[in-house]
């Protein structure tokens, strides 16, 4: 039996897998986030080969499992969105409750953080980017700033910076917001996003 999980993660369910397939069972794993993939490397170095982790996005799975194995898969675990472990290091920039650098980059490789596009992306932009990803029905208002004042936006380098305006464009909505409008910059962080977008 092979399996294909992504992302792997802590590799809990990976575990869980290889405990329930007996010696035949094998996973191939993937994940961005280098600090994942040492973590579930460690995790499952008990199964040797059965276990193979690759560093590598959603995009590049199926390369991955052609150049890792001649088998063909009999399922696949998708595990989506940011781990626990990245929402609980404020240093990673994924949670709105930690004044963290404005970063959320799940593969820290990538030279492109939230803090750059918040900053950057012209208005026009920004605003379907948390309509569209983050579904945020007062995007206009958030990037606009309706709280009264003039100043222009950002710059925005921590996560308590969008929060300040975000609070007061959405009439004291912040926490509300912002669970859409963090998730939605994440999302547009991803270069696969991006270039998913620009084309």
């Not at 994440?186 to 620009?198: D, F, N, Q, V, Y």
């Amino acid at each position: 039996m092979l399996k294909f999980v992504g992302t792997i993660g802590a590799g809990g369910h990976s575990l869980a897998i290889l405990e329930a397939s007996g010696p035949d069972g094998r996973i191939v794993g993937l994940d961005r986030d280098a600090t994942a993939v040492a973590t579930s490397r460690q995790a499952l170095l008990p199964y040797g080969d059965r276990a193979v982790i690759v560093q590598a996005a959603y995009g590049d799975a199926l390369h991955v499992v052609r150049e890792t194995t001649e088998r063909s898969l009999d399922g696949a675990l998708l595990d989506l969105g940011v781990s626990s472990q990245q929402l609980d290091t404020p240093a990673r920039g994924f949670s709105f409750l930690a004044n963290g650098p404005l970063d959320m980059r799940r593969d820290v490789r990538d030279s492109v953080t939230a803090a750059d596009l918040v900053n950057r992306l012209p208005e026009k932009d920004l605003i379907q980017t948390l309509e569209k990803h983050g579904e945020e029905r007062y995007a206009r208002r958030i990037v606009k700033g309706t709280d009264g004042s003039t100043a222009p936006r950002g710059p925005f380098r921590r996560c308590g910076s969008p929060s300040t305006t975000n609070s007061k464009a959405s009439n004291q909505r912040c926490d509300r917001s912002l669970r859409y409008c963090v998730p939605a910059v994440g999302l547009w962080s991803s270069p696969s996003i991006r270039s998913k977008t620009a084309s």
